[in-house]
């Protein structure tokens, strides 16, 4: 089985989400040192103890996530299930590495270019082809349907390929043109994507202000999911990883239905 070196690894990732083009609310990279050397690595959305164990039981070297751990405001103290995730890690020998904005905004492996890949959707590109993006650090990418179709239609196609009901709220017939979008918890970016001319803004959760925006704008609200939204980024980072190093790269999507 083929191996490579942690710092081989985190030097590739690092060179290709650029994380420190970002203000984020944790640390992007190497959040928990294991084993130098990695062999299989699991991917998932979030560094949970069920993921952990998966992973040390598949006798993984390492956890490539896009919700790692030590959050900004959070309680430091390592009691309660924060100290049982990162205990399981140090037993485990696992690394723990963790990207959050870096993915969400990577433009081919990022979760918004994934998701627009899933649900049919073509971002709009500027001269040097890059998405056309809007909202804080351009987090919320632009663009339209392949197909034309209704808000009713395009519910249903995104109901079927995340295979979650969601929240839609807005005009059934509304043909739809121009759509904005922001994975995971984005539903206060709703005004930036009103501002740059989206008929229907779809992120991964809703707040109750949504509700009222949508109705007094006449714009579209769809709330699909933050993990069901977010699954697309990390499953492709872990693909590109196992293309570039040849070493193996296991996704584990673990349910969650928020």
Same mark, same amino acid.
């Not at 993984?60 to 405001?73: C, E, M, P, S, T």
């Given at each position: 089985?083929?191996? =490579?070196?942690?710092?081989?690894?985190?030097?590739w990732l690092n060179e290709t989400l650029q994380p420190d083009s970002f203000r984020d609310y944790c640390p992007n990279g190497l959040q928990v040192e294991g084993r130098p050397e990695i062999r299989h690595i699991i991917t998932g959305v979030t560094a949970s103890r069920d993921l952990l164990?998966?992973?040390?039981?598949?006798?993984?070297?390492?956890?490539?996530?896009?919700?790692?751990?030590?959050?900004?405001?959070?309680?430091?103290?390592?009691?309660?299930?924060?100290?049982?995730?990162?205990?399981?890690?140090?037993?485990?020998?696992?690394?723990? =590495?963790a990207y959050h904005l870096p993915? %969400?905004?990577?433009?081919?492996?990022?979760?918004?270019?994934?998701?627009?890949?899933?649900?049919?959707?073509?971002?709009?590109? %500027?001269?040097?082809?890059?998405?056309?993006?809007?909202?804080?650090?351009?987090l919320v990418?632009?663009?339209r349907p392949t197909t034309p179709c209704t808000?009713? %239609?395009?519910?249903?196609?995104?109901?079927?390929?995340?295979?979650?009901?969601?929240?839609?709220?807005?005009?059934? %017939?509304?043909?739809?043109?121009?759509v904005a979008w922001c994975t995971g918890g984005a539903q206060n970016y709703m005004q930036a994507g009103i501002d740059a001319g989206a008929q229907l803004f779809i992120t991964g959760e809703a707040s109750e202000p949504n509700y009222h925006l949508a109705n007094e704008t006449g714009t579209a609200f769809i709330a699909a999911?933050?993990?069901?939204?977010?699954?697309?980024?990390?499953?492709?980072?872990?693909?590109?990883?196992?293309?570039?190093?040849?070493?193996?790269?296991?996704?584990?999507?673990?349910n969650n239905p928020v």
């Open positions: 089985m083929n191996q =490579i070196s942690r710092n081989e690894l985190m030097k164990q998966k992973a040390i039981s598949r006798k993984a070297d390492a956890i490539l996530v896009h919700h790692g751990w030590f959050w900004k405001n959070e309680d430091p103290r390592l009691i309660g299930p924060k100290r049982e995730r990162i205990a399981l890690a140090l037993e485990g020998g696992l690394n723990l =590495i993915l %969400d905004a990577h433009p081919t492996l990022g979760n918004n270019a994934q998701l627009a890949q899933v649900l049919g959707l073509e971002p709009d590109r %500027d001269e040097t082809g890059r998405p056309k993006t809007c909202g804080p650090d351009g990418w632009l663009g808000l009713a %239609d395009f519910a249903a196609s995104l109901e079927k390929a995340l295979n979650r009901k969601a929240l839609v709220i807005g005009d059934a %017939d509304m043909k739809l043109e121009r999911g933050h993990h069901a939204t977010e699954r697309y980024g990390i499953k492709a980072v872990g693909e590109a990883i196992a293309e570039q190093f040849k070493i193996q790269v296991e996704f584990l999507d673990l």
